[in-house]
């Protein structure tokens, strides 16, 4: 089957149809999922979550765009909306202590390739949840700071200043793994 017979059997409810969607998306959206939850029994459940309202709200796609992008879009927002609800999406600056006023960008090309991807999102993880979100739109979903500021309720200013704030922090963070490996 390919995409669009696969999209008009989910809007048909045919149970084969949604497994092969599942199938097909369930390892990208998942990967989404773990960048805006701290631990992966909360992204399995955001991306059960989200699957059940991609199902329910299939019949909307209008197969204008991307199907994918699309997707993403809804487990965005799900992943957003969750993070809502525990209000903890944004933090202010008593939340975070000892953040470097200036990180040298210098750290060794070749050190930094030698960062597994898994690693790599391990320390966007352990970023305060708002400075993971901000940075999480910006620098990986590429929202600019503007939408970021819509979707959040908050200050363009404000999105602006959390991902310079996660960037440092991911920056030490990167310098220190560096440093302790070496």
């Not at 209000?87 to 090309?109: F, L």
């Not at 979903?141 to 440092?168: C, M, P, W």
Request: glycine fraction near 4%; proline fraction near 1%; hydrophobic fraction near 35%.
């Amino acid at each position: 089957m390919n995409e669009l017979q696969i999209l008009a059997g989910c809007k048909e409810q045919k149970r084969e149809a949604q497994k092969m969607l599942y199938d097909k998306y369930a390892r990208k959206m998942y990967s989404i999922c773990l960048r805006y939850c701290s631990d992966a029994d909360s992204a399995q459940d955001l991306l059960q979550d989200g699957f059940m309202k991609v199902f329910a709200n299939i019949s909307s796609f209008q197969e204008k765009g991307s199907f994918e992008g699309w997707l993403k879009r809804i487990f965005i927002n799900l992943a957003l909306e969750n993070l809502r609800k525990k209000k903890n999406v944004i933090q202010t600056s008593d939340d975070v202590q000892n953040i470097p006023d200036v990180v040298d960008d210098s750290t060794e090309d070749e050190e930094m390739y030698k960062i597994s991807e898994d690693e790599l999102l391990k320390m966007i993880q352990e970023l305060p949840q708002g400075y993971a979100t901000v940075f999480n739109l910006y620098a990986i979903e590429d929202y600019s700071h503007k939408e970021i500021a819509e979707l959040l309720g908050i200050n363009e200013s404000t999105s602006r200043s959390q991902y310079v704030r996660a960037r440092q922090l991911l920056q030490a963070k990167v310098k220190q793994y560096i440093k302790e490996r070496s």
